[in-house]
């Protein structure tokens, strides 16, 4: 018999400023056993203040209002459980007290504080926390409470990899996988912790669309099974739709509007409109890939095909993308194409002034004279925390010119991705930890229109950003296009952005190309297998 909801985290009137900048004013939320509040809103909005805010980190002690978690304490050993008045500590078995703990009103190293700290999962954006060298199977388990015998480990690792669909990933090694695979691979570790509270930021902003709905579904399970609950943020409307049972609008800090999630994000979605439309002007190939393939051997495994046998070309000036499942090789081709990963057979080339360049061939004369014209914004970007935006951008990436005419130029760049005139002088001498993953995003990808290459890799480009976000980046990267004559190569999962702002794409399953063509003209031609399978709508 199901028991009846109780409440057990009760946000209450919070604010929050850094350096005189108010990032939360005034947030108030109540969620019971089994429920779920998702935060929706722009990129520096406050939802990841929020998050840390319930997590507990020190720095984002709330300046006012507070934190409730109410839980029942054991009088014995001090662990903590759900709520439910007259319920025994489910692990000793002893009398268990019903308290309304006010967070941020203990000292920091308070038993009872670490204890809830301990039962509080978080998954934070584009955050991939995992030992490199283990396999997948290693890295949750070391994530297990220690003292459980051999067997309940094996089961419950078992149990987390089909949670988060990679029973068929057990073995690889995790630097090997693709960003959607960490993504859920730092999933299965924080639901080993065996959470009452879990916070997710973005937690599916990487996943291709039908794996992000197979985990939206197992998170909705987790919270109702289990009777937790559940803050997330997400730039997706869908997901607040299915995974909330409330939702919030925040804007710069504010809430505007406080609903069921239905009418939520039909007034979030009255601002987006995604006209943006790709031109065609094209010139000749300037990346020309030949039956290439990247094969990796593993004594476990034996031989992986991350790509086998791909052919493409993409021509100067195109917006080209390359689309499909987390896993299907799309990453691992994006590196063979800027010379990071070399062919195992085949070839990649690029076009450099006249002369064709081998990716393959080491040294100046070789992939040399190629790769100072190649940007790659990677999934697990990263700025220089301690430099300001202004030395990330000039400095810090070796730019040589005179400081005025560089600072001239952050400021262009900063315009080109979206950043409001009148907050430009407040982002130049800001510092990355102060600004939120999606400002730091469009920094990292200002850092590399920075340097004026000729070919540009985004690795998930949109991946935490809100739909009006993607409107901007969209633009940028077409005005980039249009004015300096450079060319892109997209890895993404997010068909509307690939459709409005790509010239083609190239469908990837399995280390292969299925199709490449318009984008419009790959969803329309995909049969119901194929679109299940690439989880594209």
């Not at 319920?87 to 268990?96: E, F, L, Q, R, Y």
């Not at 584009?126 to 067997?151: C, H, W, Y």
């Not at 951008?393 to 991705?417: D, F, H, N, W, Y």
């Not at 998930?460 to 901007?472: A, F, L, N």
Request: proline share 4%; hydrophobic share 40%.
């Amino acid at each position: 018999m199901a028991r009846e909801a109780v409440d057990l985290l009760i946000i209450d009137n919070v604010s929050k400023q850094f350096s005189g900048r108010t990032v939360l004013k005034d947030v108030s939320a109540k969620l019971t056993t089994g429920s779920s509040l998702g935060l929706i809103g722009k990129s520096a909005a406050g939802k990841s203040v929020l998050i840390n805010m319930l997590r507990g980190n020190v720095e984002y002690k709330p300046d006012k209002g507070k934190v409730i978690y109410r839980v029942n304490h054991c009088t014995k050993c001090g662990s903590i459980d759900l709520p439910y008045e007259g319920v025994p500590c489910s692990k000793c078995g002893s009398n268990a007290v019903t308290k309304d703990v006010d967070y941020w009103s203990l000292p920091e190293r308070d038993q009872l504080r670490e204890e809830i700290r301990g039962r509080i999962a978080i998954m934070m954006q584009r955050t991939f926390a995992l030992f490199g060298d283990k396999t997948v199977m290693e890295n949750i388990a070391e994530a297990l409470p220690q003292g459980m015998s051999e067997k309940d480990r094996t089961n419950k690792i078992v149990e987390l990899l089909e949670f988060v669909s990679l029973t068929h990933r057990t073995t690889h090694i995790a630097r090997d996988l693709s960003g959607g695979e960490k993504q859920r691979t730092v999933l299965a570790r924080q639901l080993a912790k065996d959470p009452l509270f879990f916070l997710a930021d973005e937690p599916t902003g990487t996943l291709d669309p039908r794996t992000a709905e197979s985990v939206h579904r197992s998170l909705v399970e987790l919270v109702e099974n289990k009777g937790i609950c559940m803050v997330f943020a997400s730039h997706w409307p869908e997901a607040i739709e299915k995974m909330g049972d409330d939702a919030i609008w925040l804007d710069a800090g504010n809430v505007v509007m406080h609903d069921v999630p239905e009418k939520v994000t039909a007034k979030f979605m009255e601002e987006y409109k995604f006209d943006v439309t790709a031109a065609s002007d094209t010139g000749e190939p300037i990346i020309i890939v030949k039956d290439a393939k990247k094969y990796f051997f593993s004594v476990i495994r034996g031989v992986v095909k991350a790509v086998d046998g791909i052919s493409l070309e993409i021509k100067e000036r195109e917006v080209f993308a390359l689309v499909g499942t987390s896993g299907a090789g799309k990453t691992t081709t994006s590196r063979m194409i800027a010379g990071m990963t070399p062919c195992t057979g085949g070839s990649v080339k690029i076009k450099v002034g006249d002369d064709i360049v081998d990716m393959s061939e080491a040294g100046p004369e070789g992939k040399g004279r190629a790769t100072p014209y190649i940007g790659f914004l990677h999934q697990e970007y990263s700025l220089y925390p301690f430099d300001t935006i202004l030395q990330n951008l000039t400095t810090c990436i070796g730019m040589r010119m005179p400081a005025e005419l560089a600072k001239v130029k952050a400021i262009q760049t900063l315009l080109s991705v979206g950043f409001p005139e009148d907050s430009i002088e407040n982002i130049l001498y800001a510092y990355p930890d102060t600004l939120s993953v999606g400002e730091c995003q469009r920094i990292a990808f200002a850092q590399v229109l920075i340097q004026e290459p000729r070919i540009v890799i985004l690795d998930e480009p949109t991946g935490t950003m809100d739909p009006i976000t993607k409107v901007t980046v969209a633009k940028s990267v077409l005005k980039a296009r249009d004015e300096f004559g450079e060319t892109f190569v997209i890895v993404s999962h997010d068909m509307d952005f690939i459709q409005n702002c790509c010239d083609r794409a190239a469908l990837m399953r399995n280390g292969k190309i299925v199709m490449t063509g318009k984008p419009a003209d790959i969803v329309k031609e995909l049969t119901k297998e194929e679109l299940a399978e690439s989880g594209i709508k």
